[in-house]
């Protein structure tokens, strides 16, 4: 391999930060004062980047909803074939233009602009291959091993360019394929299959946070908030959904409320402290209004939430600036 491409290579991969520029200096022996070469300002470079990427994320919503219109006006007229193309086909168009572009021109984006318009047309052109196929969409378990194609298909793009956006279209594609099994597995008739949803939606939860922990410092750390969010939103949301139909959850669930909140100071999240604090506010709420409105009445009830409130929100604030923010 000729230097240039070695150094191209290098450039590359710190860009990416498959490899920090530290790192390379400590394997070259050489010393932290020496100067790289000059770049824009930090300040100027997150503008124009922010400013491209938001024009970007714009102009791929725009094409989206044109797609959807225009197909929509002209679906009656088309005939199975073009079905197909105008939705899988234009999806893997889009998804084998971005892979071009992340090879040759990672530097620009438009690969992973590309790749966000091929996810967001692949799954639906793949069920309507199936539908002019003949396969039967009534069928849980068709459905179910189509999304699991696409989700291998997307680890396997994801493991050839390492991009937050092909990893947020596995992850999507995976949880719907739990879903869509879960479905295929339990009779919707049974008592127990709303319970069952809960609790596959509190272990996602579990493992969107501990995906978002597993991504920190790596070229997937742009998915960590929203992972975060996800997660614990899942995560309690179900888990309150519990508590509405169980004596013994009202009082377990105070437990996973404080739990969380040490979680988000273990992994120093702002996310999970505030959505942690808006649980705990609607379980107090909701005990408070179940168990002591009619003895102590509203007024008084109200009066002792507002303090709950003030206590909550102080103490989040406190954990924030104590163990988070001074991170």
């Not at 290098?10 to 790192?23: F, P, S």
Request: aromatic share 14%.
């Amino acid at each position: 391999m000729q230097t240039n491409e070695l150094i191209e290579e290098l450039k590359l991969k710190v860009a990416n930060g498959e490899i920090g520029q530290e790192e390379l200096m400590a394997r070259l022996g050489l010393s932290q004062t020496i100067t790289l070469p000059a770049t824009a300002s930090p300040s100027e470079d997150s503008s124009h980047f922010s400013v491209t990427k938001m024009l970007y994320i714009l102009g791929a919503a725009i094409v989206v909803v044109g797609i959807v219109i225009f197909v929509g006006q002209m679906w009656d007229d088309m005939g199975a074939l073009a079905h197909v193309i105008v939705t899988l086909g234009l999806g893997l168009l889009f998804a084998g233009l971005g892979s071009v572009l992340l090879n040759q021109q990672p530097q620009t984006n438009l690969g992973t602009v590309f790749h966000f318009l091929g996810g967001m047309l692949i799954p639906g052109g793949s069920l309507v291959l199936l539908d002019e196929a003949g396969a039967s969409l009534d069928e849980p378990w068709v459905v179910a091993m189509t999304f699991f194609s696409i989700f291998v298909f997307y680890v396997i793009l994801n493991r050839m360019h390492k991009n937050a956006v092909l990893t947020f279209f596995a992850i999507l594609n995976a949880t719907t394929t739990c879903y869509l099994v879960l479905y295929a597995v339990v009779d919707s008739s049974s008592l127990f299959a709303g319970n069952l949803y809960l609790y596959l939606t509190m272990m996602l939860g579990v493992s969107y946070l501990l995906l978002a922990e597993s991504f920190k410092d790596g070229w997937n750390n742009r998915l960590i908030g929203a992972l975060n969010f996800f997660g614990i939103t899942g995560f309690l949301g179900a888990g309150f959904s519990r508590v509405l139909d169980s004596g013994f959850w009202e009082v377990l669930y105070f437990l996973v409320l404080f739990g969380c909140l040490f979680l988000s100071v273990y992994l120093k999240s702002r996310i999970i402290l505030i959505m942690s604090t808006v649980f705990l506010i609607i379980h107090v709420s909701y005990i408070t209004g179940e168990h002591f409105a009619d003895s102590i009445g509203w007024p008084l009830s109200l009066v002792f939430l507002g303090f709950v409130f003030i206590g909550l929100g102080y103490t989040s604030i406190s954990l924030n600036n104590k163990y988070i923010k001074s991170t």
